[in-house]
């Protein structure tokens, strides 16, 4: 184990982990407990089973042409028909959750989406043999409207759902941060020196990506209280005031706090954009809100402003899919920044998208992120692959018909009672309220030692690098892999744990090696006064 911690302080807390992982591996005899990183060890079944199903109805359109060559050919599935054949198809397999799935699905798009099954169907048979490009690029159609309601079910809560927007389809939420800072450079509505504001603490990419020399974007920190629920202060949101920060970039609910903004903060922010600031860009990232109470996103409560980036991965465990979509409504500051651009940037913008369209200076913003994504000479060869848009599709059809919040009250109480275990071995009390989530908890070390050992052995955790070498002593001893809170963000010297990805039993070991590694740091702490 090093001596001098302070060389991996720059260093981001994912590539720190790989090193707490070395360690932690070094004792064959020893099991690993890896709470680091934020995949859940739990998934949707239904929605995955209802995919195979559908392949084998897909393969057994495909296989209606071409029979003769007898040569495993598939032709292209024929629309005309293609729900009469589904029910034929379904009458055979009406055992199975698949086919069950599949049948209550078509029905509900019908019944409250306006979508005929035949269209449905057709698009999603196509989707599964990915035969055909994805078309139009931004996103299937039938597969927007279904994910369009998802997303207003989501992130509108108790919100009147207000003015249509666009969706498009994303390789999960990085993509999503890659797309969007990609194409607010190009487009001139972001240049070096300007200034981007991070709610912090934040999940670190948001911190490393405005430095890079591809951008050299100045980074004001808007922090949370958490004294005050990990909520913004007025001082803080009063910093967005200035005209000189171009985006406000948050995670809701936060990582690693994982605490929703408050319908007060929510209040705050939307006034301040109403009155001060009707030209900022807001960009939230809203992947945890599924597992909140009564969760509302910024895209609901200031929906001219806002960029919502949703990821299907958490929820549903789908982070192999890389599943995630940009939202953004059709009255929005974005389009609203490119019509005031000064004419030399347009007629250079326009002979960027001039391939695309005979009114380039009228391409939307979401569309440009879709031609940027591809260089802009291979748009039409953009768009996420048909499968993952199915299983797309699938996911937030089975989250739109989770009538009686059967999965939604599982996962949730599948990580609070996690949250709530670790509490109790670690031998702290579970701080239970209406905004905290529990997908991650922070474990704020001076905080903690404070409380545990008094206020002198608080003030000494905070000296030198301890919070890291809390880190490497706790792999080193224990096994167990945790990230610093400093990578997100934190002030004081914390420790982020994943209550996503470990079973109930692991997450008590984890508490009580936590809680043994602090109390040899206080043993320590006492023999050098």
């Known amino acids: 184990m090093p001596d001098d911690f302070s060389a991996f302080a720059g260093l981001s807390p994912f590539e720190l982990k790989d090193k707490l992982i070395d360690i932690a591996k070094s004792d064959s005899d020893r099991m690993m407990l890896n709470a680091g990183r934020g995949n859940p060890n739990f998934l949707a079944t239904v929605p995955r089973r209802a995919f195979l199903r559908l392949g084998d109805f897909a393969l057994e359109e495909a296989e209606r042409s071409y029979a ?70 931004r996103m299937l159609r039938q597969t927007e409207t279904v994910v369009k309601a ?36 190009a487009n001139g509505l972001i240049a070096p020196g300007d200034k981007v504001a991070l709610g912090t603490p934040i999940f670190s990419p948001y911190l490393e990506i405005p430095p890079l020399p591809d951008y050299q974007l100045e980074v004001v920190d808007i922090r949370m209280d958490e004294e005050a629920d990990w909520q913004f202060p007025e001082t803080e949101l009063a910093k967005l005031e200035d005209p000189a920060i171009k985006i406000f970039c948050i995670v809701n609910p936060s990582n690693p706090p994982s605490v929703k903004l408050s319908d007060e903060t929510l209040q705050r922010i939307a006034a301040l954009v109403e009155s001060k600031r009707p030209d900022l860009f807001i960009f939230t990232d809203d992947v945890y809100g599924t597992f909140a109470d009564d969760f509302v996103s910024l895209f609901a409560s200031c929906p001219r402003n806002t960029l919502c980036v949703y990821s299907f991965s958490k929820y549903f465990g789908a982070t ?19 019509r005031t651009l000064p004419d030399q940037t347009k007629d250079k913008l326009a002979q960027r ?27 039409h060869t953009a768009g996420l692959s048909t499968p993952q848009q199915l299983q797309m599709l699938l996911l937030a059809l089975h989250g739109l018909m989770d009538f009686d919040s059967q999965y939604k009250n599982a996962a949730k109480h599948l990580i609070r009672h996690r949250y709530e275990t670790l509490c109790l071995y670690v031998g702290i009390p579970p701080v239970i309220g209406p905004n905290e989530v529990d997908y991650y908890y922070l474990i704020d070390l001076q905080k903690l030692g404070g409380q545990l050992h008094g206020g002198a052995f608080a003030s000494w955790l ?31 010297a914390s420790v982020r744990v994943s209550l996503a990805n470990l079973t109930q039993a692991e997450y008590q070991a984890i508490g009580e090696c936590t809680r043994r590694v602090l109390d040899e740091l206080f043993a320590a702490f006492k023999s050098s006064t």
Not at 120 to 127: G, K, S, W
Not at 320 to 338: C, K, Q, S, T
Request: glycine share 12%; proline share 4%; charged share 20%.
């Open 68 to 137: 003769f060559l007898n040569s495993g050919f598939g032709g292209l599935p024929e629309a005309e028909g293609i729900d009469l054949r589904f029910e034929i198809f379904a009458h055979r397999h009406e055992d199975t959750v698949g086919t069950g799935f599949l049948r209550r699905s078509l029905a509900f798009a019908k019944d409250q989406l306006g979508i005929a099954p035949k269209a449905l169907l057709h698009e999603m048979v196509t989707a599964f043999l990915g035969c055909v490009y994805p078309v139009p690029p």
């Open 150 to 185: 998802y997303l207003a079910q989501e992130m509108y809560g108790r919100h009147a759902r207000g003015g249509r927007f666009s969706l498009f389809a994303t390789e999960g939420g990085t993509a999503a941060m890659t797309y969007i800072f990609q194409t607010l450079k």
């Open 320 to 338: 192999g899919w890389r599943l995630g979509v940009i939202g953004l409504h059709e009255d929005n500051a974005f389009d609203e920044a490119l």
């Open 353 to 379: 998208y001039s391939s695309l369209t005979n009114a380039p200076q009228d391409l939307r913003f979401i569309d440009r992120l879709v031609a940027d994504s591809r260089a802009v000479a291979l748009n």
């Open 462 to 492: 905070d000296e030198g690098n301890r919070g890291t070498e809390f880190l490497f002593r706790l792999a080193k001893e224990t096994g167990v892999v945790l990230l610093p809170g400093k990578g997100f963000e934190v002030v004081d």
